[in-house]
């Protein structure tokens, strides 16, 4: 079983920017894809971003696309999501996944292991 923390959230002013990183450990680390998504109060998780192992593929939200950006360092097994030009619409808790096999997907459903989240407040 694969262990995922969430560092880096906090409370910025909108235009500002926020860099999460997510620290896995346990498990194999062979062929897979680390995922964020978030949960605004309310609302249903929503994808936010995901990165194959090698870095080769990722997708985003339409939402973030231009401003997000996502990057894995595999020596540490850590994947960060730097976030620029932050809105408060992108207030929410921010949770790290993690799915095998190196397919990048948007499907929450997909992915087996999950951080206890970051929160992310922008203020307008």
């Known amino acids: 079983q694969v262990q995922l923390v969430e560092s880096g959230g906090g409370l910025v002013q909108a235009g500002g920017s926020l860099r999460l990183s997510c620290a896995a450990s346990?498990?194999?680390?062979?062929?897979?894809?680390m995922g964020w998504f978030r949960q605004a109060p309310g609302k249903e998780r929503a994808f936010v971003a995901a990165?194959?192992?090698?870095?080769?593929?990722?997708s985003y939200a339409d939402s973030v696309k231009g401003r997000f950006t996502i990057s894995t360092d595999n020596a540490k097994n850590t994947v960060h999501l730097q976030m620029n030009s932050l809105k408060p619409e992108d207030t929410a808790v921010y949770y790290c996944?993690?799915?095998?096999?190196?397919?990048?997907?948007?499907?929450?459903?997909?992915?087996?292991?999950w951080g206890q989240g970051t929160q992310v407040t922008v203020s307008s």
């Open positions: 346990g498990g194999t680390f062979s062929r897979y894809v």
């Open positions: 996944a993690h799915k095998g096999g190196g397919l990048v997907t948007d499907s929450a459903a997909r992915f087996g292991s």
């Open positions: 990165i194959s192992w090698s870095g080769g593929s990722t």
